[in-house]
């Protein structure tokens, strides 16, 4: 099982929207809605952010949005904030229980 | 609080052997399904094994199939990662996370819940 594709950096002045894309294939995230998104910090834990493609658990921040077409997701922070730099990872099901995560994001706030 | 705290990781040669341990309290464990998710130094996330709520259930990503085996206490609201003939490709942080609702089964809607993690170094 092949990791997702990421953008390996995104960066963006604060205030301004920023996508980054997650492309798999039809065996994972074309297949099932199981997307999520988590962020994390240098030295941290990853957190969840987006889970079920576009849903957001409680707590986090309504400016990050996902959403899912084809084979590719795509986690949207919009209103940059300098606390939004950190890694970001996608990941989908890929059937049979297992999962698979993207390569990850780095986004940078100017 | 919600929580979940690792431990056991060290340096260990390859070859050799190590287990891991996830602590879990605030929650009904046993009603949830529970992941241990890896990171090598300066690489990103890789999903290695879930275990169903009720342990009926547990697979494996295919680098470590044979090698570590997955398992839970719901008595002790303890989650284990029994690795077994380590190579230097396994070292990595090692965090143990929490399917976001409970009583799953098939696909996780994500991991809501992580410890902080526990380093586990193999080399010669």
């Known amino acids: ?110 | 609080q919600v929580q979940l705290v690792e431990s056991g990781g060290g340096v260990v040669q390859p070859g050799r052997s190590l287990r891991l341990s996830c602590v879990a309290s605030g929650f009904s464990f046993n009603n949830y399904g529970m992941h241990w998710v890896r990171q090598a130094p300066g690489k990103g996330l890789e999903w290695v094994a879930v275990i169903f709520y009720d342990g009926s259930k547990k697979y494996y990503v295919d680098s470590v199939k044979g090698r570590f085996t997955i398992s839970r206490d719901n008595s002790k609201n303890t989650l284990y990662l029994q690795m077994n003939s380590l190579r230097v490709e396994d070292t990595a942080m090692y965090y143990c996370a929490r399917d976001l609702s409970p009583l799953i089964v098939g696909g996780t809607d994500g991991m809501g819940v992580w410890g902080q993690g526990t380093t586990v170094t193999v080399s010669s």
Not at chain 1, 49 to 65: H, L, Q
């Open chain 1, 1 to 110: 099982q092949s990791a997702l594709a990421q953008p390996a950096s995104v960066s963006g002045s604060p205030g301004q929207s920023i996508t980054m894309s997650c492309t798999g294939t039809s065996s994972d995230i074309g297949s099932y809605d199981l997307v999520s998104w988590y962020q994390q910090h240098p030295g941290k834990a990853p957190k969840l952010m987006i889970y079920e493609a576009s849903k957001r658990p409680s707590g986090v921040s309504d400016r990050f949005s996902g959403s899912k077409s084809g084979n590719t997701a795509s986690l949207t922070i919009s209103g940059l904030q300098a606390e939004d730099e950190a890694d970001y990872y996608c990941c989908s099901y890929a059937g049979s229980s297992t999962y698979v995560f993207g390569t990850g994001t780095k986004v940078t706030v100017l």
